[in-house]
Structure formats: C-alpha cells, structure tokens
C-alpha cells in the first residue's frame, strides 16, 4: 500500500521568512498525483498545491512552490514570506484512486 | 454552488448506537469518499464511490457502511458506534474518479461514549 511519510510534526517560521515542510512516498505507480493541503483551526481543508506525477516541471502557485523528485519519491512545500496566516496543520497527499495522507506538520508563524 | 455539504456538524452517540453521517455535492462529481481523522494522524480513507451503485473499501473500513443510490449523495452509516470511532468525519468529492484534487466538506466531529 502506498504511504505518505512527514517528518517534522512542528516547524517553525518567522514572519517573512521562508519555511520548506518535508514528504516524502512510497508507491510503485508511475502515474499519480500529489498535494499538500492547508487545515487551519476551522477544521476545513484547503488546497494548497497540486502535483501531476508525469509533469517534470515543479508547480508553483504564488509563495507556495513545490520541489518534485520523482526518482527520489521526495515532495516538499516551500512557503515563502511567509505570512500570520499561514500558521497551521499542512498535510501531504498522494493520489492513485485511493487517497492517502500523512500525519501533517504543524507550522506556526511568529511575529 | 454550495459544494461538499455534511450533516450533522457535531454528533454524540452512546455505544451501541447507531446513525448515519449525510454528505451531498452539487458539482456532478463522480467521485466520492468518506475519511476520518484521528489525533496526530493524516485522514484514513474509509470508503469511496467511484459513480452511483458503485462502492469500495479503503483503509479502515470495519464499522462502517456506505451506498450510493444517487450521484449527489453518498452516506456514511454507524452500525454499532464503538467509542474507537471518536474522530472528525471528512466527507470529499472529485471529477473525474478518483485521481485528482478532492473538494473537501467541513467535518462531523462524533463523539462515541
């Protein structure tokens, strides 16, 4: 079964600052798709970028960017300016038809 | 659109109880799935749909019932609630099936005592 591993429970980040949140897989398929999701206090889950598997490019949305490693099965977030509200629970995802998650980071942003 | 709908948003059961946990879309997705999440821990997928009258197991599916008679919903059924079940349900939909980002609905956060 595919596993999703995010080593760092808690990170921390000061305001401005850039923070990279680390994930990284195990599967055996070559086409699939990856996520990190964003889960503030108010429970909901929010996308915060998304990841083809065949795509070699690395995806980007605005400070969010992503460093894919296909080979390496490796798929870190790297937020950068880090801002107040980012402060949360961020999960990475992989998905095959069967979604999986791992145990999230907990980022917190300081003043 | 309103998106991922569930209700209730906080239920209490006694053991032995039983309930179901509703969840509806109104995107036309073809792809639902229920998840629960546990302290410290990511979602566990506990069933999916990938269409109506097609469903399929995930990762912990003991305890739970799901059908999909319609595509907008896809209920979660709690034969005999166990206090094991204490979590926070996520219901999430997709289009097409399965592979890409999933639309998440607010949680039912159910306490079993």
């Known amino acids: 079964a595919q596993t999703v591993t995010q080593s760092q429970p808690e990170m921390s980040v000061q305001e401005a600052e850039t923070v990279t949140l680390s994930c990284t897989y195990d599967?055996?398929?070559?086409?699939?798709?990856l996520f990190w999701y964003k889960q503030p206090p108010s429970r909901q889950m929010i996308l915060v970028i998304r990841?083809?598997?065949?795509?070699?490019q690395n995806a980007t949305e605005n400070r969010f960017s992503v460093n894919f490693q296909k080979a390496a099965k490796s798929f870190s977030l790297k937020i950068s300016d880090s801002q107040l509200g980012d402060a949360a629970m961020y999960f990475c995802?992989?998905?095959?038809?069967?979604?999986?998650f791992g145990a999230g980071t907990r980022l917190t942003v300081k003043p | 659109n309103a998106g991922v709908t569930q209700t209730p948003k906080f239920q209490v059961l006694k053991t032995g109880q039983s309930m179901t946990l509703q969840c509806a879309q109104d995107?036309?997705?073809?792809?639902m799935s229920w998840y629960r999440q546990d302290p410290g821990m990511g979602l566990r997928l506990i069933h999916y749909?990938?269409?109506?009258?097609?469903?399929d197991q995930g990762e912990v599916p003991n305890g739970y019932n799901v059908s999909r008679s319609t595509t907008e919903d896809f209920p979660l059924r709690l034969l005999s609630a166990a206090p094991s079940q204490t979590s926070v349900y996520f219901c999430?939909?997709?289009?097409?099936?399965?592979?890409?980002?999933?639309?998440f609905g607010p949680g039912t956060r159910l306490t079993v005592t």
């Open positions: 999430a939909s997709s289009y097409p099936a399965g592979g890409d980002e999933q639309y």
């Open positions: 599967t055996s398929e070559s086409d699939y798709y």
């Open positions: 990841q083809e598997a065949y795509k070699q």
């Open positions: 995802a992989y998905n095959n038809n069967d979604m999986r």
């Open positions: 995107m036309n997705h073809e792809y």
């Open positions: 749909s990938v269409g109506a009258g097609i469903t």
